[in-house]
């Protein structure tokens, strides 16, 4: 249970940094494909090394997805010039990796056991080493977001004077990319391909609800993802020593997400209503103006 808490505190202050920049670029279902083009290297990991082969085999994946993802996005938006055209080649390319390692995965024996580890992660089982690889996979992911973050924000929100001031928007988007691929790599051991995409996407989406000043929205989303992720750790335990049931920490922990996606929503929704009422009280009793043209000729 220690470790497993260490390394949701390792991924929250991880996914918090990579995720505002995720959201600032719009970048949401690029980061859904990424984690999805790392299956088949995560399977191919597995067959060659065992628990050993993961590391290496989604670390390649992923760096090719992000380099694949780079090179489809560029050359979509140069033919059509739409987000759309960006996100059908990724399209084609997340489900044929993921159907790629779902082949491969099923070649084996046992593969409904190794599928499911892949799919929804073993927090609870997380190894000494293993969490010594989440951590420094996500300091590099960290780095790279923290080296490049003045041409990341400069890219994000003036995408013409980013261009014509010459910087190469290639390497801009490759950077961000890997760096979304190696937290990938560092969530997917402990959460699994199909939870660790809302640990990059939804903390930051509650934090922007939450707050509206940029240097927070990191904190408030790292306090988020280590909420959910204990709330879901407890609930987990709970489950399974009063019901006699296994529940997937993961799931639980994403399901915890998903709630507190709602609250700051359903927060944010009577906080825009209580101020837009007061606006209206406010304006009915003031006085009304007087026409200073009143009486005069047009």
Known sequence: MQRALIAIAV???????????INFRELEFVSDGLVHAVFPGLVIGSVVGGTAGLLPGAVGAALVAALLFTLLGRAGSRSS?????????IAVVLT??????????????SYV???QELLFGRILTVTEAQLTQIAVVAVIAIAIVLVTRRAQLYRAFDPAGFEAAGFSAFRTDLALNVAVALLVVAGVQALGVLMV?????????????????????????ALVTLAAGIAGLWGSFEWS???SVSASPGALIVLALVALYGVAVAGSASVHGAKRARARRIAAAAPP???????VCP
């Open 96 to 109: 044929g990796l993921f159907s790629l390692g779902i082949v491969l995965v099923s070649r084996g024996e």
């Open 11 to 21: 991924l929250a202050i991880a996914a918090a940094v990579v995720g505002v920049f």
């Open 197 to 221: 995409v809302a640990i990059l996407v939804v903390p930051v989406a509650v934090a922007r609800l939450v707050t509206r000043k940029l240097w927070l929205l990191a904190p408030v989303a």
């Open 241 to 243: 020593l009063r019901g």
């Open 289 to 295: 103006v007087p026409r200073l043209n009143a009486g």
């Open 113 to 115: 056991s190794q599928l």
């Open 81 to 89: 010039g739409s987000i759309a055209a960006r996100d059908a080649g």
